[in-house]
């Protein structure tokens, strides 16, 4: 089984530039997460979503957006890069609700330079 | 906003020793608590969970420990493995809302 797919896994951009992380799960789970991960700061909560067509804020979601069109699919999306979002991005969903095992991806490692 | 944290950033234990990493949290309505386990370049992977209904729940060699008069997690882990190198993560959410996760600890094995 896949189970969450993350791509792509490395990707480089240029201040300015503009990029979607692709998240898709196929264990039909309603709720999908986008944290980020940075050295000495855990996984930080950007956006997530409790099914198709919803999506809510998490702690640091400033210059992130998403869209959950599709029930298995969990786009996040820079509009205008910054150096402040070099981190490694995952992904993970659950089908139990808030408080239940979270499924996570392989990470995105995104710089920007 | 409320915050979990870990006493011990790193935590080096000698191979076939049993492995102890605590957490403090510091919201007392937090119900559901998680341990993950994340190895170097890899997502993070459930390991146990518990409910503050419970105290203590076993796995397969690990047991956490729940003190809610102290607000203290642990995972204790028994004889410790060169495979369970890695960074711990702990995890609370009070009803309703995400998962909140602690800074980690790195367990390093010493073979």
């Known amino acids: 089984n896949a189970g969450v797919t993350q791509t792509p896994k490395f990707r480089v951009l240029k201040t300015g530039q503009s990029m979607t992380l692709l998240c898709a799960q196929d264990?039909?789970?309603?709720?999908m997460y986008w944290y980020r991960q940075d050295p000495g700061m855990g996984l930080r909560l950007i956006h997530y979503s409790v099914g198709e067509g919803t999506t809510a804020k998490g702690e640091v979601p400033d210059g992130y957006n998403v869209s959950r069109l599709k029930k298995q699919n969990f786009l996040l999306g820079l509009e205008s890069a910054a150096p402040s979002q070099t981190s490694v991005y995952f992904c993970?969903?659950?089908?139990?609700?808030?408080?239940?095992?979270?499924?996570f991806g392989e990470g995105s490692r995104l710089t920007v330079l | 906003g409320e915050s979990v944290g870990l006493h011990l950033p790193t935590l080096s234990v000698q191979e076939g020793d049993n492995s102890i990493i605590n957490c403090a949290y510091s919201n007392s309505a937090s119900d559901y608590f998680i341990w993950y386990k994340q190895e170097s370049g890899k997502g993070p992977q459930f390991i146990i969970d518990i409910r503050s209904n419970m105290d203590k729940r076993q796995g397969q060699r690990v047991t956490v420990l729940l003190n809610k008069t102290v607000k203290h997690l642990s995972l204790q882990i028994a004889a410790t493995q060169p495979g369970d190198s890695a960074v711990y993560f702990c995890?609370?959410?009070?009803?309703?809302?995400?998962?909140?996760f602690g800074k980690g600890t790195r367990l390093s094995v010493i073979a």
């Open positions: 993970a969903s659950t089908g139990k609700g808030f408080a239940g095992e979270l499924f």
């Open positions: 264990m039909n789970h309603e709720y």
């Open positions: 995890a609370e959410n009070v009803l309703n809302t995400p998962l909140v």
